[in-house]
């Protein structure tokens, strides 16, 4: 058998290399396509919403579930949660949640150092908790709205949660931020704050300011501290005081009252008793009028039953009697 030329032999490797390009290129045909059918499909979860963009631009927003888009890179999806409840902290840093929670050790005094409006020092700690209302406005409305891991004045959110907090505290005595003005100052701040994102199109809804720790500085603490027990101990002792009232002034009021009514008892027992025995004796005299012989002998009788049972020893004469001396046992024995 005759060997090939150079010329049949290039034919039949050309013709070869062919083959090899059309099967590549329908493998590379196939791959695109399956990952372009696996980039049309998205899952939207529970808790979320998707904002499909259409080459970087806002399209159309899809509730929970499956649905489909143009594959990458002329259709992407960005997943907001706007059924879950967000926080910033301010003064502190959570690092792990739980039993024991556990708080970053870094320094933020640069967010939670405020001056009060009588010139003093106060340092506020604090959490906002809101949700995301509107996904279009909170992704689109504001350049660097929120960072979960950013630190003091490195996004928006957090700005202007630091500009009403000193704005309210401002307008306070350090007596009111420390103590009785804590409730008011949370929702005063929430208020102001609700009012600030709706006006910078944020589309965040404010749910909840909570105070977590309002303290002086750390230089002068020792004297709030002193401070704080003197009123402490001027409350307690106010409060003996007027526990000691309580005590002793409605007994004193309440036995005053006893003996009044008593009196007043007493008093109406002895006028009706008085008024009796008046209508009796007027009686008995109407009587003694009508007849006064056998109204004599009644009040003797009566008298005499009366006294009688009260009298130890008994003796009756006779009245035509003339002498008792025999009568009477004028010795008694004495008993051994």
């Given at each position: 058998m005759e060997s090939q030329g150079p010329l049949e032999d290039g034919l039949a490797w050309l013709r070869k290399q062919k083959v090899n390009v059309r099967?590549?290129?329908?493998?590379?045909?196939l791959l695109l396509g399956v990952v372009g059918v696996w980039s049309s499909v998205f899952t939207v979860g529970a808790e979320?919403?998707?904002?499909?963009?259409?080459?970087?631009?806002?399209?159309?927003?899809?509730?929970?579930g499956l649905h489909v888009k143009w594959p990458r890179p002329f259709q992407t999806v960005m997943m907001v949660a706007v059924q879950r409840q967000l926080k910033a902290e301010f003064g502190f840093r959570t690092t792990s949640a739980g039993v024991r929670t556990q708080y970053a050790a870094?320094?933020?005094?640069?967010?939670?150092?405020?001056?009060?409006?009588?010139?003093?020092?106060?340092?506020?700690?604090?959490?906002?908790?809101?949700?995301?209302?509107?996904?279009?406005?909170?992704?689109?409305?504001?350049?660097?709205?929120?960072?979960?891991e950013a630190v003091s004045g490195t996004d928006t959110f957090h700005d202007m949660n630091e500009a009403v907090m000193r704005a309210v505290i401002g307008d306070r005595s350090v007596n009111e931020v420390l103590t009785i003005g804590r409730a008011e100052i949370a929702s005063e701040v929430e208020r102001r704050l609700q009012e600030l994102c709706d006006q910078y199109?944020?589309?965040?809804?404010?749910?909840?300011?909570?105070?977590?720790?309002?303290?002086?500085?750390?230089?002068?603490?020792?004297?709030?501290?002193?401070?704080?027990?003197?009123?402490?101990?001027?409350?307690?002792?106010?409060?003996?005081?007027?526990?000691e009232y309580n005590r002793v002034i409605p007994r004193a009021r309440g036995e005053a009252q006893q003996t009044i009514t008593q009196a007043d008892g007493y008093a109406t027992d002895r006028v009706n008793r008085a008024r009796g025995d008046a209508?009796?004796?007027?009686?008995?005299?109407?009587?003694?009028?009508?007849?006064?012989?056998?109204?004599?002998?009644?009040?003797?009788?009566?008298?005499?039953?009366?006294?009688?049972?009260?009298?130890r020893q008994k003796i009756i004469l006779d009245a035509a009697l003339q002498g008792v001396l025999p009568l009477l046992q004028l010795t008694t024995e004495r008993k051994p």
């Open positions: 099967t590549a290129g329908i493998g590379l045909l979320e919403v998707g904002v499909v963009l259409t080459f970087g631009k806002y399209t159309r927003q899809t509730q929970p870094g320094a933020f005094a640069g967010e939670s150092l405020m001056l009060t409006g009588d010139l003093n020092v106060a340092v506020v700690s604090w959490t906002t908790q809101f949700r995301i209302s509107d996904p279009y406005k909170y992704l689109f409305k504001v350049r660097n709205l929120f960072d979960p199109e944020t589309g965040i809804k404010i749910e909840q300011i909570v105070l977590q720790d309002v303290d002086p500085p750390d230089q002068v603490r020792p004297a709030f501290n002193e401070v704080n027990q003197a009123q402490q101990e001027k409350e307690r002792m106010i409060n003996e005081a007027r526990a209508e009796l004796f007027k009686s008995l005299l109407a009587a003694y009028r009508r007849s006064p012989e056998v109204t004599r002998r009644r009040i003797y009788l009566e008298t005499m039953q009366a006294v009688y049972p009260k009298v």
